[in-house]
């Protein structure tokens, strides 16, 4: 079936240092792909999404393209603050049969901490 | 627009017991989907709802069970409860019009989730 993998850190960083979370994906046909953020004591929050090769999502400086020959959608920002200190899930979804909601495979997390 | 909205926000059972968690979605969202959080398998979905029908379902025994009600508004229940159903269990809505079937993507919206604790 449809997997994820990601780094699963924990990934600690300063303020200012540039982020790479790496994420691949197994998947039949053509996945959409997201980038899920979770902060302490909080639901997922979706950050960006891509829905075709070559597709670059991007919200809050944080950037991930979705590269098919290399099944990969890693996560860039090139200057973190301490604010963006969460945990984040890499995740796809195969559009479902009926045409109704997808259902979403999520990688492992991988939790950032930002020093100030 | 008021998010999606779970309760209870915490809940403590014993093992052998059975829950019953809520979720209401966003107003004018038709889907339900529920996961489950744990530290040592992830996210893994549980079951999505539409139309109060069960249309897609995850690999958990049949001790979880869920509905929909005519509102869109949908609980999930566990029976006899074991010490392995400690999580946290989140729900999320997603809007799917008449022309959902189009789209390319129906994004979910998730609720802060319920922290269940098996005792």
């Known amino acids: 079936g449809d997997s994820v993998t990601q780094m699963e850190g924990p990934v600690t960083l300063s303020e200012e240092a540039f982020l790479t979370i790496n994420c691949t994906y197994t998947?039949?046909?053509?996945?959409?792909l997201f980038w899920y953020v979770q902060y302490p004591g909080e639901g997922l929050q979706l950050l960006l999404k891509?829905?075709?090769?070559?597709d670059k999502g991007s919200n809050k400086g944080f950037e991930a393209t979705y590269r098919k020959e290399t099944t990969s959608f890693h996560l860039e920002k090139g200057s973190v603050q301490v604010s963006d200190s969460a945990v984040y899930f890499c995740?796809?979804?195969?559009?479902?049969?009926?045409?109704?909601?997808?259902?979403?495979?999520f990688g492992k997390g991988t939790k950032l901490t930002v020093n100030p | 627009k008021a998010g999606v909205t779970q309760t209870p926000r915490y809940l403590i059972k014993t093992r052998g017991q059975q829950v019953t968690l809520s979720c209401s979605p966003i107003?004018?969202?038709?889907?339900v989907s529920w996961y489950q959080q744990t530290p040592g398998q992830g996210l893994q979905f549980l079951f999505e709802?539409?139309?109060?029908?069960?249309?897609n379902k995850g690999n958990f025994p049949g001790r979880f069970s869920g509905r929909q009600f005519s509102n869109s508004r949908s609980e999930m229940n566990v029976s006899t409860l074991e010490l392995g159903d400690s999580a946290l269990y989140l729900c999320?809505?997603?809007?799917?019009?008449?022309?959902?079937?189009?789209?390319?993507?129906?994004?979910?919206?998730f609720g802060p989730g319920t922290r269940l604790t098996v005792l």
């Open positions: 891509a829905t075709k090769a070559d």
């Open positions: 995740a796809l979804s195969q559009k479902a049969a009926q045409g109704g909601s997808e259902k979403l495979v």
């Open positions: 999320a809505s997603t809007f799917l019009g008449l022309a959902g079937g189009l789209k390319s993507y129906n994004e979910q919206f």
């Open positions: 998947a039949t046909g053509y996945p959409s």
């Open positions: 107003s004018g969202h038709r889907s």
């Open positions: 709802y539409f139309s109060e029908t069960q249309r």
